[in-house]
């Protein structure tokens, strides 16, 4: 290409001021990160190079990529990268078709426009990124509050319910010890089983709230993993459900309330088996990190929305039919962790269900 007259250079330069200002208030203007704000830039950045009607700018960022051509051929291009935290996060690039010019036709300060560009963007997306986990970490901390505050109060109310229930319970038995009417009789067995699976509920609240003592001594993992599996034997076998375990070291050893951990299993695996399809089949992951061991749980169900996905860990949150569920095994399952100073979250299983990733220290 021709060389170009000190006009022309002014020209230029004044298209990559004026390209470099409005691409600050593309970034400016927008709230949101989407795909309009790419676009957007991807367009304005073009129009500034010196040959902007054969020019293709494209912006890429981490799997997506936008062009203002979607027949990109045989080109010669510059780039630079996007940035965020010095981490490389994506890039931009302008071509221009290689049988027309070559690379002597980017101009020095053209160069460093896009060099400028990239850190503007660069910058927007580290400042939404932080405000994205300004805001999760806003949201975990208010969820981590209300379930404080539900755990004292579930503690409350099961201490006071606690020793009517456990009076009625005895007082029945006795009734039921000295009484010879069977209609009496068939009445007072409904009073016991109705006090027996109230007490459960109350022990359930106990768990939740951690009031419930532990029992922690060294156990290893997969025996007690492997026991729940077989107990639930009868549960896979009536939804026509099967299982796969799975482990990367069967000498995991951890500082752990077996009955506890049982427990935890028990709910997570029933629920599994719940919302799983008949024939499919639901894994059972076990794996360790320097201080950590995590047991993933992947069931195939249709999956946690991610409306609701907050609520799941609360008491009496549930999306069971009326009668088939209290709302408080997942509770009582967070409660049993949080005391082992562990972790748990609900994950996507992709294509469907849902993962249960549980992560509990070794000592």
Avoid at 43 to 50: D, G, H, I, S
Avoid at 99 to 113: G, P, Q, V
Avoid at 220 to 247: E, H, R, W
Avoid at 250 to 257: F, G, L, N, S, W
Wanted: glycine share 4%; proline share 3%.
């Amino acid at each position: 290409m021709n060389q170009f007259s000190t006009q022309e250079k002014l020209t230029e330069r004044i298209k990559e001021l004026s390209c470099l200002y409005e691409v600050t208030n593309i970034l400016n203007q927008q709230e949101l990160l989407n795909e309009e704000v790419f676009v957007a830039i991807a367009f304005r950045l073009k129009e500034a190079w010196r040959f902007s009607e054969q020019a293709i700018a494209e912006i890429s960022f981490k799997e997506l990529c936008f062009s203002t051509n979607e027949n990109i051929e045989q080109t010669i291009f510059v780039k630079d990268n996007l940035l965020i935290e010095n981490t490389i996060v994506g890039e931009i690039k302008i071509h221009y078709p290689a049988a027309i010019f070559t690379e002597n036709d980017f101009l020095d300060d053209e160069k460093k426009l896009l060099k400028k560009v990239c850190y503007e963007v660069g910058f927007y997306l580290e400042k939404k990124e932080n405000q994205l986990k300004e805001a999760h970490l806003k949201r975990s901390a208010e969820r981590v509050d209300r379930l404080s505050i539900l755990g004292e109060i579930t503690a409350g109310i099961a201490h006071e319910l606690n020793t009517p229930l456990g009076n009625i319970l005895g007082f029945a038995e006795l009734i039921k010890q000295q009484n010879s009417n069977d209609q009496i009789d068939r009445d007072i067995s409904k009073i016991i089983n109705a006090a027996i699976y109230s007490r459960e509920i109350v022990k359930n609240l106990m768990f939740f709230s951690c009031e419930m003592p532990q029992n922690k001594s060294v156990f290893a993992v997969k025996p007690i993993i492997m026991q729940a599996l077989t107990l639930l034997g009868p549960n896979f076998k009536k939804g026509d459900i099967t299982y796969k375990y799975s482990c990367t070291d069967d000498d995991i050893k951890a500082q752990i309330d077996n009955i506890q951990l049982t427990q935890v299993l028990f709910n997570i695996l029933l629920n599994a088996i719940y919302v799983s399809p008949p024939k499919s089949e639901i894994h059972v992951n076990v794996f360790s990190t320097k201080n950590h061991f995590v047991i993933e749980i992947k069931d195939n169900g249709k999956g946690i929305d991610d409306e609701i996905k907050h609520k799941i860990f609360e008491p009496f949150f549930t999306t069971k039919p009326i009668g088939e569920g209290t709302g408080l095994g997942l509770s009582v399952v967070h409660g049993i962790i949080k005391s082992h100073q562990g972790t748990i979250e609900a994950l996507d299983n992709k294509p469907k269900g849902t993962i249960f990733s549980i992560k509990l220290p070794l000592k």
